[in-house]
């Protein structure tokens, strides 16, 4: 298909998992795409899965000043840009009392402060008739266990979708948000546990997701796809929420 022909785009945290799932959707619908990434490994081994074709930015998504490099390489790649996804983050999961300053403010930063000044930095270089999609959670709706600061961050990411659909609209710019359940990506594995704790920990989050199974970063990068594109002309603001039915049902 070529629902994306001749767009350009931008996916951070794009060499693993959701994100590297949607460049190659995006792709195959005709975009020319960049991605952003930390490790020098994984990257390598998303350019065995994109090919040659994609600019690949190595960026950290917490820190302000490589937002504005990214935009910078941006502009002088492609002159413009149509579609960002905003897919970098950090899930930390632990108890009220375990948490310190440092590791609050990573959270904060990959999950909120980046995205925030990425944004910022990209709206010389955004087309008119752009299109922002932000990789919320469903964690911003309910109140799961030690889940608190990667919660706080979400919820924030998903208000300022609202807020930003409003300011960025007059430049034709819209904005939307997807918001997952648990998801099978390499995420989970760097959560610290043992192969017993991976599976009581997968047991008890799918006994809360009534289609019985983790999602597939293939049904999340189909609904960003949808969002950036044309077919999504008239969806402004709005949040899809793709659980399996965790908080609906």
């Excluded at 939307?176 to 017993?196: R, W």
């Amino acid at each position: 298909m070529t629902r994306l022909q001749n767009k350009t785009a931008l996916i951070t945290g794009g060499t693993s998992g959701i994100g590297l799932e949607t460049a190659r959707q995006f792709i195959s619908e005709g975009a020319r795409v960049a991605v952003t990434g930390t490790n020098p490994a994984t990257i390598e081994k998303a350019k065995a899965v994109l090919g040659d074709d994609v600019l690949y930015i190595r960026a950290d998504a917490g820190n302000v000043a490589s937002q504005k490099e990214i935009a910078d390489q941006i502009a002088a790649k492609f002159g413009k840009l149509d579609i960002l996804f905003v897919n970098a983050g950090v899930a930390e999961f632990r108890t009220m009392d375990q948490w310190d300053e440092a590791a609050f403010d990573r959270s904060i930063s990959v999950n909120v402060k980046g995205p925030f000044f990425l944004v910022q930095a990209l709206l010389p270089v955004f087309s008119n008739k752009a299109s922002i999609v932000l990789n919320t959670s469903v964690n911003a709706h309910i109140g799961m266990p030690n889940s608190s600061l990667y919660a706080l961050t979400k919820a924030a990411l998903l208000s300022l979708s609202k807020t930003l659909s409003g300011e960025l609209l007059g430049r034709g710019i819209r904005v939307n948000a997807v918001s997952p359940g648990p998801v099978e990506t390499p995420l989970h594995e760097k959560f610290g546990l043992d192969d017993a704790g991976k599976k009581a920990m997968a047991d008890s989050i799918v006994a809360q997701i009534p289609l019985g199974r983790f999602g597939h970063v293939a049904e999340i990068a189909k609904a960003v796809v949808f969002l950036a594109s044309d077919e999504a002309s008239f969806t402004v603001g709005a949040e899809l929420i793709i659980d399996g039915g965790m908080i609906t049902l």
